[in-house]
């Protein structure tokens, strides 16, 4: 299994702070979600691929690695 860019940040910030790798995970992804929300609604005026399995996906997946 390969380590995809925005999981290995998360480990590599793990290992160097000792946090426990779910909290980091779903803050970080919770993170992602804002800018998206952000950046689409300062560029196009409204939220764009941005819905609830977004939001759902980032709760989640922190939850469900523990």
């Not at 390969?2 to 160097?16: D, F, K, M, P, Y």
């Not at 803050?27 to 992602?32: G, K």
């Amino acid at each position: 299994m390969v380590t995809l860019a925005g999981e290995g940040l998360i480990l590599a910030v793990c290992s160097v702070f000792h946090f426990p790798f779910p909290r980091i995970k779903i803050s970080f992804d919770c993170t992602l979600v804002i800018l998206a929300c952000a950046v689409g609604l300062v560029f196009l005026g409204r939220l764009e691929g941005v819905r609830e399995g977004t939001l759902a996906a980032a709760l989640c997946v922190g939850i469900v690695s523990k």
